[in-house]
């Protein structure tokens, strides 16, 4: 409530596993209380480890937190990098990459709100249809998150937008990311 009152524009909610500078490792809940509490900033995950979920868990929990704000949600997903966050799970980071591209896709598809199929590697879908509709019309923001080249041009390919860490804190350094990121948008 604070920091919108004193006009931050977005509150952006991170997925931490098995990390000790992190103590909240489910955004989409307090993503909810926020929508609850909060009027006019966007409300965006920072970033959801997709490949951590199936994708349409993912779209209607995304919806839901984009009705209950009244369309500020952001869906910023990323595939990882920890081993600890697959470990947690008993999963395995091996074909991440392809499933988070199959994930992004899914998503994607889910919030046009009509029954679709997806025939992929990791996922085979058969007539499903998201319920929970998104609250504006099309669907929420889905930014993609990353550190390198290859996370910056799938973010280009894959997404609306492009979220990281500006690490290290270079005004050139930033400037490359964004011109590969440019580049494959």
């Excluded at 000790?20 to 909810?32: D, G, I, K, N, R």
């Excluded at 980071?93 to 889910?110: G, L, M, N, P």
């Excluded at 990353?146 to 400037?175: M, Q, T």
């Amino acid at each position: 409530e604070l920091a919108e009152r004193v006009g931050f524009d977005a509150l952006h909610i991170p997925e931490r596993h098995m990390r000790t500078e992190c103590h909240y490792p489910a955004p989409f809940l307090l993503m909810s209380a926020l929508a609850a509490r909060t009027s006019r900033v966007k409300l965006a995950t920072h970033t959801l480890v997709a490949t951590l979920y199936h994708p349409m868990q993912i779209a209607e929990y995304a919806a839901v937190i984009d009705t209950q704000s009244r369309g500020r949600m952001v869906l910023t997903l990323s595939m990882g990098y920890h081993d600890a966050y697959w470990r947690m799970f008993g999963m395995t980071r091996k074909h991440r990459r392809d499933r988070f591209i199959e994930t992004v896709e899914i998503v994607r598809k889910a919030f046009e709100g009509k029954p679709f199929s997806y025939d992929g590697r990791h996922f085979k879908l058969d007539n499903v249809q998201l319920t929970t509709p998104a609250y504006r019309p099309g669907r929420p923001e889905v930014w993609l998150g990353g550190h390198f080249e290859a996370a910056l041009e799938r973010a280009g390919k894959y997404g609306d937008g492009y979220c990281s860490d500006n690490f290290p804190i270079l005004p050139d350094v930033w400037k490359r990311k964004m011109e590969i990121y440019e580049g494959a948008a």
